[in-house]
């Protein structure tokens, strides 16, 4: 029977169009083209400026909503997306646009604090990035059009505690951030990029690892950089600053140096930026398993369960299991 009052509807939302964050230990990736241009605000405070930005036929318009344009801390949550999805590639595992992820799980990665604040503040970051719409003829995954689009399409708090906590968050990406991420036009950052508190020393890490990589150097006059890191800082406070960066010489992975004619010296430290990892993959679990979780405890996030299962697995070094829906079951019943 195919019609008729008691036929079912279409499935509109079938399980295979979302991708579950469950990798533990991803390593961080940026996509390429936001680390070369500039495309996130500066500013710790409300920035409602339109940014234009022109450089050797790149074109980029960054137009704020009402609450602002998105900023370069907010960028933590594409991070976080793009090193989910990548992980999954390299793992074999099928990936969409749309990704259920934990909040928890987000702040710990991105090194936030998991107070009440931090959801909150959370919450403004996915408005923002929602709300910044970018006009750009940039290319990704071998596409060069004059295109639109916000940095993510669209978010929804999934679930919440009863007093309103974000509990999980289904977030859709952007197409063209997504074809970024399956055609690999991505970079491995230092996880020590997240601990870094100032704006613009998070925007001159990435100008440095995307322009200088494992180079023995990369040199670039002071006017250019700052055109490149998008500040609006007068070039002598821009220039100040960097100084400041010098002097305290805390940037992952790079070292700085000023030299004559007003040119910054970049070179890698000993060790250099993060070498390309194969992560493990961590232990895939049947679906009757999910559901016997869930049974052992009802109303639970059983893909948080299996979120924290991996992070336990991964931190006791990654063990090779003979049965790993019988250990995660037995995991589960410990919790019980």
Same mark, same amino acid.
């Given at each position: 029977m195919t019609g008729g009052a008691g036929a079912l509807g279409p499935a509109y939302h079938p399980q295979?169009?979302?991708? %579950?964050?469950?990798?533990?230990?991803?390593?961080?990736?940026d996509d390429l083209a936001?680390?070369?241009?500039?495309?996130?605000?500066?500013? $710790?405070?409300?920035?409602?400026?339109?940014?234009?930005?022109?450089?050797?036929?790149?074109?980029?318009?960054? $137009?704020?909503? %009402?609450?602002?344009?998105a900023t370069i801390h907010d960028k933590d949550i594409l991070i976080y997306c793009i090193s989910q999805l990548v992980a999954a590639l390299n793992a074999g595992r099928a990936i969409s646009r749309t990704l259920h992820l934990t909040a928890h799980d987000l702040l710990v990665a991105t090194n936030r604090e998991t107070s009440g604040d931090s959801y909150r503040r959370l919450r403004e970051a996915f408005e923002r990035l929602a709300g910044t719409r970018i006009t750009t003829n940039l290319e990704t995954g071998g596409h060069e059009v004059t295109t639109g689009f916000g940095l993510i399409e669209t978010w929804q708090i999934a679930?919440?505690?009863?007093?309103g906590r974000m509990v999980s968050v289904a977030v859709t990406l952007s197409d063209w951030l997504y074809r970024?991420?399956?055609?690999?036009? %991505?970079?491995?950052?230092?996880?020590?990029?997240?601990?870094?508190?100032?704006p613009l020393e998070r925007r001159i890490y990435e100008l440095a690892r995307k322009h200088c990589g494992r180079q023995p150097e990369w040199r670039i006059s002071v006017s250019v950089l700052h055109h490149k890191s998008g500040s609006a800082s007068p070039r002598r406070v821009f220039r100040a600053m960097l100084r400041e960066m010098i002097a305290t010489d805390h940037l992952?992975?790079?070292?700085?140096?000023?030299?004559?004619?007003?040119?910054?010296?970049? $070179?890698?430290?000993?060790?250099?930026?993060?070498?390309k990892a194969v992560p493990a993959r961590p232990?895939?679990?049947r679906p009757e398993t999910l559901e016997a979780a869930r049974a052992l405890i009802p109303g639970a996030d059983v893909y948080a369960l299996q979120a924290d299962w991996h992070g336990v697995w991964a931190a006791s070094g990654a063990p090779r299991l003979t049965d790993a829906d019988k250990a995660f079951l037995?995991?589960?019943?410990?919790?019980v």
């Open positions: 295979s169009d979302f991708f %579950v964050c469950d990798i533990f230990a991803a390593s961080p990736k936001s680390m070369e241009h500039p495309m996130f605000s500066l500013s $710790t405070r409300p920035d409602r400026r339109i940014l234009d930005y022109t450089h050797n036929g790149a074109q980029i318009t960054v $137009t704020p909503s %009402v609450k602002g344009l679930r919440k505690t009863r007093g970024a991420v399956l055609s690999k036009s %991505v970079l491995t950052l230092s996880r020590d990029y997240f601990r870094l508190r100032k992952p992975d790079y070292h700085l140096s000023e030299e004559p004619g007003d040119i910054l010296r970049v $070179t890698p430290r000993r060790g250099g930026p993060p070498r232990p895939q679990l037995g995991w589960v019943r410990k919790r």
